[in-house]
């Protein structure tokens, strides 16, 4: 699962403003974010897969991911929507050219997975919204994403109406964008803490944390929940902040931050 807010912004000081948090069960490892071998995608890892839900390149590409499989805990070794946006980062597809091949790629596999896909190009200024709503149904769905305040969310896709976490984000997140300006590195930590983690929000943040039966019954009660944290910042400049938190198996927090420009 996971829930992300982002403003897609034309003519403003920051091209893309991003808050992400990424929800699974404890049984799930990821790892944080990192560069790839030849040092062109920056992202975090889920190491059942090898997939992400969040990656940027060098090169301007952005994707981000959410889905119900990590609910459900359908999480199988090197297959799964998690695979899409490692796939987008790693080719050289316009966002509505990769959309289309994944649509054809659901019709030819038919694999039983939902999600929301944000495909983006910074130096295009091109963005995407490819949803697949349902796990047992091959449609998809494609949308040009409009410049703007958006929310995605795993059951909801983009800008629900009726999620009150979607509405809760919204709201809030819209208050921040709006008196942002020219962001520096040392305040993105502070950006991601308002409420997207318990920081400063208190009832107000969308972090989530729950103890439930995990739908493995032979894995028992299991935490589900928030495990990382990702603010985003491209600025029109091409200079790019990202701040992460993570949680590492042992349930320790460690935080990465990374400056880079777009090439």
């Known amino acids: 699962m996971g829930i992300v807010a982002f403003e897609w912004a034309e003519g403003k000081t920051n ?18 974010a990192s560069w790839s071998r030849n040092g062109q995608i920056l992202s975090g890892r889920c190491k059942a897969n090898n997939g992400t839900w969040f990656g940027i ?11 119900t499989s990590l609910l459900l805990d359908r999480v199988k070794s090197y297959s799964g929507s998690e695979l899409y946006p490692v796939r987008f980062l790693e080719g050289n597809m316009s966002p509505e050219q990769f959309a289309n091949e994944v649509k054809v790629h659901e019709k030819e ?31 998809v769905v494609i949308e040009t994403v409009p410049f703007g305040v958006h929310t995605l969310s795993s059951y ?18 819209t208050q921040m964008v709006g008196n942002l300006g020219n962001v520096q590195q040392r305040q993105m930590e502070e950006i991601a803490g308002r409420f997207m983690y318990d920081a400063q929000a208190g009832r107000d943040a969308v972090f989530y944390h729950s103890r439930d039966e995990h739908p493995n019954g032979k894995l028992g009660t299991q935490r589900f929940g928030t495990t990382s944290t990702t603010a985003l910042v491209v600025k029109r400049t091409r200079e790019v902040l990202l701040f992460e938190k993570y949680m590492e198996q042992n349930g320790a927090w460690n935080k990465n931050n990374f400056t880079f420009n777009i090439q």
Do not use: C
């Open 15 to 32: 091209q893309l403003t991003l808050l992400m948090n990424r929800d699974n069960w404890e049984n799930r490892v990821i790892s944080g």
């Open 156 to 173: 909801e896709g983009l800008d629900s109406t009726d999620s009150a976490r979607d509405l809760l984000l919204r709201r809030l997140f």
């Open 57 to 67: 390149t060098k090169g301007g590409r952005v994707a981000f991911l959410v889905n």
């Open 109 to 139: 596999t038919n694999e039983r997975h939902a999600y929301s896909l944000i495909v983006a190009d910074m130096t295009s200024s091109s963005m995407v919204h490819i949803l697949k709503p349902s796990d047992t149904k091959s449609d």
